[in-house]
């Protein structure tokens, strides 16, 4: 009887590590082990189907003479430059528009909210009958009204300005954190500037604008990392001289096309990298545009 109450302390004793066990081998299976192996991958030549052969850091060598490597980067480079701001701005008047109780309302709110929970293949498929050059919605309507529609993904000039088209239609998935943000702003602020003699404009920069930086600091971390990651409707639609390879793509074809697992690995770490600079300029800089409210009383 001693033997098991000095066994059952023994064990109780560890008790909190019984518990976490599971969570520990999770991690480690699914989530350290991967990245450890994915590390050792990316100084690997490996053919999957051959035994992966160490070659150090030639990958990177190789990825940093690579043409097809700079164009894909200066391709998502050019989209996420013009791609976000556009994106935000419009998500946020959206909000403002839809900050509003009238009949119907709701209505609308969804039809905007409908394309960032539409499946990015239909999406894609969509986009594809909408920028025909021949049948197109869109060159249908130009049409209509004497303009000769552009060639879009068939044309370089127009295949930037075509994705950069689809972004904005779905940017009805920002809305939802804009919106919530604008009823969180205290109406007695409202109140107290129209007191003073404030105007639409010098309440939304003043009050409206200042209140969602925070909102504004989540949406552009994330929309810089989804415009990073853009795969979908650009491996099914492509684009004219190249000009639709943005990095995933690229990096997609020499994993799965190509069969070039280890060059594929450096790539994505490359991708890493870019991303967690640009998230820390903008972490390291959000003190100086984002505003939070103190908790003093």
């Not at 008790?15 to 999770?26: A, D, K, Q, S, V």
């Not at 009949?103 to 894609?124: D, N, W």
């Not at 879009?152 to 239609?169: E, G, H, R």
């Amino acid at each position: 009887m001693k033997q098991k109450n000095k066994l059952y302390k023994k064990l109780k004793k560890y008790e909190g590590y019984f518990f976490i066990l599971p969570w520990i081998l999770g991690m480690l299976l699914f989530t350290i082990g991967p990245i450890l192996f994915a590390i050792y991958i990316g100084f690997t030549e490996w053919k999957i189907l051959t035994k992966p052969n160490f070659v150090g850091f030639q990958n990177y060598i190789d990825i940093f003479h690579d043409e097809n490597f700079w164009n894909s980067l200066m391709v998502t480079v050019k989209y996420a430059i013009f791609a976000v701001p556009l994106g935000i701005i419009t998500s946020l008047t959206i909000a403002i528009l839809m900050n509003t109780e009238i009949k119907g309302i709701r209505f609308f709110r969804t039809i905007y909210y409908l394309p960032a929970v539409v499946s990015g293949v239909a999406v894609a498929l969509l986009w594809r009958w909408v920028l025909d050059p021949e049948f197109g919605l869109i060159n249908l309507m130009l049409a209509q009204i004497g303009i000769q529609g552009p060639g879009w993904l068939s044309d370089p000039d127009w295949v930037l300005p075509s994705y950069i088209l689809m972004a904005l239609w779905g940017a009805g998935g920002g809305m939802i954190t804009y919106l919530v943000g604008l009823r969180e702003v205290p109406q007695n602020l409202y109140e107290a500037a129209e007191i003073d003699g404030a105007g639409p404009l010098t309440k939304f920069f003043k009050i409206t604008l200042p209140l969602m930086t925070p909102i504004l600091f989540y949406n552009l971390i994330m929309g810089i990392i989804g415009a990073f990651r853009k795969f979908t409707d650009a491996y099914i639609l492509g684009g004219a001289g190249n000009q639709g390879k943005f990095y995933l793509v690229y990096l997609y074809d020499n994993a799965f096309k190509y069969f070039k697992m280890g060059y594929a690995t450096a790539l994505a770490w490359i991708l890493f990298v870019i991303i967690f600079l640009l998230t820390l300029i903008i972490f390291k800089s959000s003190s100086l545009w984002v505003y939070y409210e103190s908790n003093d009383d």
